[in-house]
Nanobody
Framework: HVQLVESGGGSAQSGGSLRLSCATS????????MAWFRQAPGKEREGVAR????????YYADSVKGRFAVSQDNAKNTVYLQMNSLKPEDTAMYYC?????????????????WGRGTQVTVS
């Protein structure tokens, strides 16, 4: 399994920025694809961004395209989510997740490992 620990959440003003980090450790072959999900109160958990760790290809939900950017630092075993032009509707708990095979979608069931989340609040 891969251990995932998120950090960097907090409060921001509308239009502001935050950068989330996801530190990974453990069996690295299980992190073929790294993703960020979020869950707002009363809503389902949704995929936001993902990165295929082999190629560096990135994919985004329509709601964050052009505002969020996912990246990785292999030397630090860390994945980042840079969030710009934040909106109140971005308020949610943000989770990092890893999957061992493929990187074609945000299907939650195929993500093997999850972090505990970090809260982002935009006002």
């Amino acid at each position: 399994h891969v251990q995932l620990v998120e950090s960097g959440g907090g409060s921001a003003q509308s239009g502001g920025s935050l950068r989330l980090s996801c530190a990974t450790s453990g069996y690295t072959y299980n992190r073929n694809c790294m993703a960020w999900f979020r869950q707002a109160p009363g809503k389902e958990r949704e995929g936001v961004a993902r990165i295929y760790t082999g190629s560096g290809n990135t994919y985004y939900a329509d709601s964050v395209k052009g505002r969020f950017a996912v990246s990785q630092d292999n030397a630090k075993n860390t994945v980042y989510l840079q969030m710009n032009s934040l909106k109140p509707e971005d308020t949610a708990m943000y989770y990092c997740a890893a999957r061992a095979v493929g990187c074609r979608d945000f299907l939650k069931a195929v993500y093997n490992d999850w972090g505990r989340g970090t809260q982002v609040t935009v006002s």
